[in-house]
């Protein structure tokens, strides 16, 4: 007698039912729309964090270990920083504009922060940065609050908004490659989702 057993169901894929691919950078109405809800909240460490990300366009892992002495100097809050990069263990320089310089600094007297402290402390053991997880978290809730879809955004999203921005006003690639700290060019395309479209768009404006 053969004894016969059905195989078990497939569980599927990891991903089933999520939007996988690049996460879209925000727009500068969805900026200002979440700036404006952080002002109105007095929400001091959420508007310098979400200033400084936009700004200094680092990887979550990076922007969560930033120290006060990386960005701060005898005259205040540095006009641009250096920080290493743990994936590629390079340097990258970034700017700090006025607008997230004055909330960094408002930030830092508020938490009473210290010059070796991390500029963003854990709130549950202060010795320790927020976590890349959290930091996560509390983007979803940023977007989610004007309108947007959190599924479709994460933390690359804010790593993108400045650059994809600086890259349709300039068309500047080798100038992103540098302010994201790609070490190849590729990287940055890949990175930007530049299409057939874009190139031709930069062609077109150039008359021989």
Not at 77 to 90: F, I, L, M, N, S
């Amino acid at each position: 007698m053969k004894l016969f057993f059905q195989k078990p169901l497939s569980p599927g894929p990891w991903n089933k039912g999520q939007l996988i691919g690049q996460k879209p950078p925000l727009k500068l109405k969805d900026i200002w729309a979440i700036r404006i809800r952080l002002q109105l909240r007095q929400s001091i460490r959420d508007i310098a964090l979400f200033n400084l990300a936009l700004d200094s366009k680092l990887r979550a892992c990076d922007l969560v270990k930033i120290k006060v002495s990386d960005v701060t100097g005898g005259n205040g809050v540095k006009r641009r920083a250096q920080v290493v990069q743990q994936k590629t263990e390079r340097p990258v320089r970034f700017e700090i504009t006025r607008q997230a310089r004055d909330s960094i600094c408002a930030w830092i007297t508020k938490a009473n922060l210290v010059s070796s402290n991390y500029l963003f402390p854990s709130r549950i053991n202060r010795s320790q940065h927020l976590s890349t997880r959290q930091y996560a978290r509390i983007l979803k809730l940023w977007v989610q609050e004007i309108g947007l879809d959190p599924s479709r955004y994460g933390t690359h999203s804010i790593r993108r908004t400045k650059a994809s921005l600086i890259y349709k006003k300039t068309k500047n690639l080798r100038a992103v490659q540098l302010l994201l700290g790609h070490s190849k060019l590729e990287s940055t395309i890949r990175y930007l989702g530049i299409e057939v479209d874009d190139a031709l768009e930069v062609a077109e404006q150039i008359e021989i």
